[in-house]
């Protein structure tokens, strides 16, 4: 799910290659920072499950409510988790909490939803379950009215929830296998449980954690394509070494030959729970997909046609992406990820990719930002140059199908895209830096002429600065300073603004790179040689 908040206009799983995945242990509790407070406990199964992705709003107060959750029968608004006594936790017992958590049922409006993973959550032990309700209870607390869900008639009727518990839903703590290691048990427990991975990985969405749901096998979450997970070793995990799987999933990129790199939901869970998570934690979880039979879910066709140079898709590919990419598909190590081998490419579905292409990505990992280059193209050429990326230098995958591209093009929200809001400088010190410097001012009437000199200027400044923060933060911060002053800016005009904050956004990365030049270093998309806009 696209979950918006400076990441909101960030592209909701880009080149993501591995899974969606939070939890928490399983021998024993979950020791925050080595400690035995209850509440410092739940507040790292609390982070580690990622909670504040769903429960906390685009600009919104932490954990108060009010994200709206897309669901295939309507949009759900997710409730306020704060102690307030009118709007939120306040007038519930633990007891209340609990049967909520785990039982599925609401003390405020009855049985809950299956975007809710009490399916998973239920797998959660009583003392894990103690200690996120010690910690939410903790939290300030917010007075946020839960706004009304839009779910049509029949499916806003709750009861009729029953069948679908009856058919689905067994409530049950996890049980560990008395034949596998206790780390692999620890890690069952972690991906099983609180970490809901199945939520995103399985093939079908509405079936919680039944054996019916295509387990961990990928599909479709609003809109994106969350990969397979299993050891399979053309679009699962199973070509990557632990290590590396370890390495993205704290990181969002890979050590050695995996080119994959974390965006959109994937990202964010990186950023905000995964990042955080203990090394130990992460290698039981590992472990565990390890045990998990390998799904095949793409068996090779003849596809020697995109061979060729007159493959469908190979001059959008050699017009828009080559320069960035290479004509080979091997990117520009240490700025450009490669899409040869890259194992979201070849995901079954190409719904990552087309989302990528229309809504760019923010600097991340080290990473060039990329343009929203799909804003310039036609939905066939995108269609045409995805099937054309998926299928060349030995990569392979599904073509696109039906409305598939139109159709991500519609649900693409980005700042990149020009399809959504501008972003916000989510760093404290970081924005108190911009504001003193100011930055906005320095960057408003800007020519594209003077992108790099007023960059040469502004960098050192920014980067002289005591704000802790990272180089993707400050290029983020800049295109986000920019897209604030030049949005509505005549001189760029509307059909060319993806193209020109894309512009501006490689500009400020060579330049945080490599700020003793004057010399934009990674090769823009955003001009095609043949003259297209």
Sequence with gaps: MQRPRQRTNLPASGWASAPLLAGLLLAGPVHAQDGTDPVERGKYLVTMGDCAACHTAPGGKYLAGNYALNMPFGVIMTPNLTPDKETGLGDYAYADFEKSFRGGYSKHVGYLYPAFPFGWY??????????????????????????????????????????????????????????????????????????????????????????????????????????????????????????????????????????????????????????????????????????????????????????TPDAPGASTYLTYCSSCHQPDGKGIEGAVPALAGNTSVQSEGPETVLRVIYGGLAAQSGLAPMVAIGQQMTDVEVKNVTDYIRNSWGNKAPVVTGEKASEARAATQTMLA???????????????????????????????QDFVPTLVRLVPQIKGASTGATDDDVVNALTTAFCKVGRDDPQYGKPSWPAVIGTFANVAYSQVKNPEKQAVNVPSATTPPTGKN
């Design 122 to 307: 239920t797998k959660v032990s009583d003392e894990d379950t103690k200690a996120i309700w010690a910690y939410l209870q903790s939290i300030p607390a917010v007075s946020e009215k839960r706004q009304e869900s839009q779910i049509p008639f029949p499916f806003n009727v709750r009861t009729a929830l029953v069948t679908w518990r009856t058919a689905f839903f067994t409530e049950a703590r996890f049980k560990p296998d008395p034949n596998a290691s206790a780390e692999v048990n620890r890690g069952g427990y972690l991906v099983e449980g609180l970490g809901h991975c199945a939520m995103c990985h399985n093939e079908n969405k509405l079936v919680g954690n039944s054996s019916f749901a295509g387990r961990f096998g990928g599909g479709v979450i609003d809109g994106w394509y969350a990969p397979n997970i299993t050891p399979d070793g053309h679009q699962g995990i199973g070509a990557w070494t632990d290590e590396q799987v370890v390495t993205y999933l704290k990181t969002g990129t890979a050590p050695g030959d995996r080119p994959g790199v974390a965006a959109g939901p994937m990202r964010q869970t990186i950023m905000e729970s995964l990042s955080k998570v203990k090394e130990e934690d992460l290698k039981a979880m590992v472990a565990y997909l390890r045990t998990v039979p390998a799904k095949q879910t793409y068996k090779p066709k003849d596809l020697a046609a995109f061979d």
């Design 418 to 448: 020009g399809t959504a809001p501008c972003a916000e400088i989510e760093q404290d010190k970081l924005k108190a830096a911009f504001d003193k410097i100011g930055v906005q001012e320095m960057l408003k009437g800007l020519k594209q």
